[in-house]
């Protein structure tokens, strides 16, 4: 299995053999931003083809209302999981994670079709596996154990989710991840921690290996990337919801991060 070898990442590694086993997909929505350091951007958006062209199209807003809001507000009532078809037709068995009485994770693996799916929506779809009941509800006891091994992982941390005294590093990276398309600067930071500018200038290199211009254009480029990947805004539209001060920048920040530029990379990576 060398797709596994992940190293030190547990919860990658965790993921990429449930998809190993299943031939499924596995999305994460993380509440708590626990995970954020340890998956690449892409995994927290539905990034399957089939699923990207629904999110693109005229159903878009009808897919984020279903797969986000609607489930959430069922979570509590559906702790267990279950075996889902979506308003576009496609199947996925989806999961939700507590901690403590607190929605933290919602799990996705999918999407897939029914076995019995007529030949009309199969022809829609040629991409998607098709899996019987009895495959179905299999994926979803799999997503369960991967829902289990997620929860250890973010209890055993010693950073308690959701309060404020973790570690300096953590709380950088979740202010940077909260308000990387807003124009900020150091003394924002600096201000969420309670430390000078001068000190919190520090602290960022000593915490994170960066400076604050850095760790803020590679956290903007990571976000990027999502959008590059699962959406059909343009360049310029995505250099601004990231934050940049226009395409140009994005651009050029791009291309030192990952050699292509936006356009190229994502025409290679979407094919």
């Known amino acids: 299995m060398e797709a596994l070898k ?7 590694t965790a993921i990429m053999f449930t998809e190993s086993v299943t031939g499924l997909r596995v999305t994460v929505h993380d509440l708590t931003h626990s995970l954020w350091q340890m998956l690449p951007a892409e995994r927290f958006r539905h990034a399957h083809p089939a699923c990207h062209e629904v999110k693109t199209g005229p159903r878009g807003d009808a897919c984020l209302a279903f797969e986000v809001a609607g489930f959430r507000q069922i979570a509590a ?3 267990g999981g279950r075996v889902h078809r979506c308003h576009a037709g496609f199947c996925e068995a989806v999961y939700p994670v507590f901690h403590d009485a607190a929605l933290a994770l919602v799990l996705f693996l999918g999407p897939f079709l029914k076995a019995d799916v007529d030949s009309r929506q199969q022809t829609m779809s040629p991409a998607l596996p098709r899996r019987s009941d009895r495959e179905a509800a299999t994926a979803l006891e799999a997503l369960r154990q991967l829902g289990s091994r997620l929860r250890c992982l973010i209890i055993d941390t010693p950073e308690p989710l959701g309060l404020q005294d973790v570690s300096r590093e953590t709380r950088i990276r979740r202010f940077m991840a909260a308000r990387y398309a807003d124009a900020i600067q150091l003394s924002d930071l600096a201000e969420e921690l309670s430390l000078s500018t001068d000190r919190t200038r520090h602290v960022v290199r000593e915490e994170c290996a960066s400076t604050f211009r850095e760790l ?22 995505i250099s601004d919801r990231c934050g940049f001060a226009d ?9 030192r991060a990952h050699v292509l530029s936006p356009r190229r990379w994502r025409r290679e990576h979407q094919s």
């Open 77 to 79: 009532s559906v702790r």
């Open 247 to 255: 395409r140009t920048s994005f651009s050029r920040a791009f291309r």
């Open 6 to 12: 992940t190293g030190k990442n547990e919860a990658l």
């Open 216 to 237: 803020l254009e590679e956290t903007r480029l990571q976000a990027g990337l999502a959008l590059l990947l699962n959406s059909r805004l343009t360049v310029g539209e």
